[in-house]
């Protein structure tokens, strides 16, 4: 069963939790802080796998989740990191961020990885908070939580050459003659639900791949038909091989035929137009093909055309050629993807705003923001020093002067996710 597209909650696991101890052995009155820290929590890593032709695997994945960071222990025991998920993937994954739209990574090399959720850091024991003026502190902090997030994998075909062309105008017979593949072949339309790839080899030990892209219809580029399935795995390829049913066999004018394609690639992304392409002319054994060969010469006399019969094996070698000509001369093929992957991938940017944000609903003031959370989140309420060192972190952020000036008064309301705390400026 093939599977081009997928839908994926990823949670990465959390950070290991600081461990509050001291050193507590006969005869020594004074132990000083001894507690370990945490480890880091499994980062939730995707990778190609050069056997993978499917996301079939990740049908069955609607939610993955890492293991957490073991917890550091007392007599200075640091907790061990936990091992990452590896969720193997096809050679041509693009993976999206579903909450911002923005595209993580676009994996089109065997053993290329990313990591899509970063787990939590392992976190500090009451040894690490030690220092001059506070000698035995206790406090330690709780793992930093995994991050989490709904991402979208499309598998988008990598082939060097891209049969496109309307429903039954003999693309899967085309592939099945020149290659060991073997698609589903039948006299209706759409035969070919998805993507079928065939290797053509030629030459000394040379080969490339060719892919039988499901039938194309008008209305394609706003999704109508198979529509977005064909023209996102069209972007993929170095060459467009136009097919043409020139016999006319159900009555179709390939000369529209023609137009019709262009026009749905055109709508889709201009990129597909300028992509090297030919036209490959087939059933040129059906009577009157000759003719309407000749009248598709008048009407496009720029293009290469080269007549076939693929039920017949007429014409193939020469196309072979042809074909293998042009994969040969051309360079990697440039990924549309690649071009999203820079404008939307920011590593850094600067903004000059608080990062937290501040409302007030019903006399209590909300407090909101990564940042703020977090660190609720890794903060040990059941210790003094902790609590301490939380309100210190806020007024550090600033959020005690921004409630000052936004009217909030002592003894108000401040709720942090679903807890209530009281203002004391």
């Given amino acids: 069963m093939f599977a081009d597209e997928v839908k994926i909650y990823v949670e990465a696991g959390k950070g290991g939790d600081g461990c509050t101890s001291f050193r507590r052995e006969k005869f020594i009155e004074m132990g000083g802080p001894n507690g370990g820290n945490g480890g880091r929590g499994a980062n939730i890593i995707f990778a190609t796998e050069a056997g993978l032709k499917t996301l079939i695997d990740l049908k069955m994945m609607k939610h993955v989740k890492g293991h957490k960071g073991v917890n550091g222990q007392g007599s ?16 041509g994954t693009t993976i999206t961020n579903l909450d911002t739209n923005e595209v993580i990574a676009d994996l089109t090399k065997e053993g290329e990885s990313v990591v ?9 024991g009451n040894r690490a908070f030690a220092n001059h003026e506070n000698p035995a502190p206790r406090m330690s902090e709780l793992g930093e939580p995994g991050e989490s997030l709904m991402v979208k994998c499309e598998l988008k075909v990598l082939a060097d050459v891209g049969l496109v062309g309307m429903p039954s105008v003999g693309k899967s017979t085309l592939i099945s003659m020149i290659s060991n593949c073997k698609p589903k072949i039948g006299a209706y339309h759409f035969t070919t639900l998805n993507p079928n790839l065939g290797v053509i080899n030629y030459g000394d030990s040379k080969s490339f791949v060719m892919a039988d892209l499901p039938g194309l219809i008008e209305g394609a580029s706003e999704g109508i038909g198979l529509g977005h399935k064909f023209l996102r795995h069209a972007m993929r390829t170095k060459v467009i091989a136009h097919v043409l049913d020139m016999g006319s ?33 087939n059933k040129m054994d059906v009577e009157g093909a000759k003719e309407n060969l000749d009248k598709f010469k008048k009407k496009y006399p720029e293009e290469m055309i080269y007549p076939i019969s693929a039920i017949n094996s007429e014409g193939l070698d020469e196309l072979i050629e042809k074909l293998a000509d042009m994969v040969d001369s051309l360079e990697t093929v440039e990924l549309y993807d690649k071009e999203i992957l820079k404008e939307s991938h920011i590593l850094f940017k600067y903004k ?68 209530i705390f009281i203002f004391k400026n």
Avoid: C
Wanted: cysteine-free.
């Fill in 76 to 91: 200075n025991k640091n907790g061990s990191n936990a091992e990452d998920v590896i969720i193997k993937v096809p050679m």
């Fill in 116 to 124: 899509v959720a970063r787990g939590g850091r392992g976190v500090r």
């Fill in 249 to 281: 066999v159900e009555g179709r004018d390939p000369i529209e035929d023609f137009a019709a394609i262009t026009l749905e690639l055109a709508k889709y992304d201009q990129k597909l137009i300028d992509k090297p392409h030919i036209i490959i002319a």
């Fill in 352 to 419: 000059n705003e608080l990062p937290f944000t501040i409302k007030r609903e019903n006399d209590v003031w909300i407090l909101s923001g990564k940042d703020v959370e977090t660190l609720f989140y890794m903060t040990r309420f059941d210790e003094d020093e902790s609590v301490e060192r939380f309100g210190r972190k806020l007024r550090g952020m600033g959020v005690e002067e921004e409630l000052e000036r936004m009217g909030a008064k002592r003894g108000d309301e401040v709720k942090i996710l679903d807890y």
